[in-house]
């Protein structure tokens, strides 16, 4: 894998992982505004599991869809990067030995 891509996909787990992170608070903050007035943290907490849930859920399904779309589409796109660089190679031979 190029260090490009490399890099790329470090980014891409970061903000997977981030945005993650970003909505699991939104929802207690928001889970905890509402049930605040009626009862305390341990009911908003309760309140929040199948929100949760459902957001991890939807996290786990788009993680892995993603490493599927990259399984697919990874090689493919460096077997073509591949061969352009083998073609640029065979060319630059090509002019070298018309020189001499």
């Known amino acids: 894998m190029s260090e490009e891509r490399k890099k790329k996909v470090r980014l891409m787990i970061y903000w997977s992982v981030g945005i993650v992170v970003i909505v699991f608070a939104a929802i207690t903050a928001y889970i905890y505004k509402v049930v605040s007035g009626v009862a305390g943290i341990q009911e908003a907490l309760r309140a929040g599991f199948p929100i949760w849930g459902i957001t991890a859920l939807a996290a786990v399904v788009i993680c892995a869809g993603y490493y599927l ?14 061969e352009e660089e ?15």
Request: glycine share 4%.
């Open 69 to 82: 779309y990259a399984r697919l589409t990874g090689p493919r796109e460096e077997l073509v990067q591949e």
């Open 86 to 100: 083998e073609q640029q190679d065979e060319e630059k031979d090509e002019s070298k030995q018309l020189e001499a």
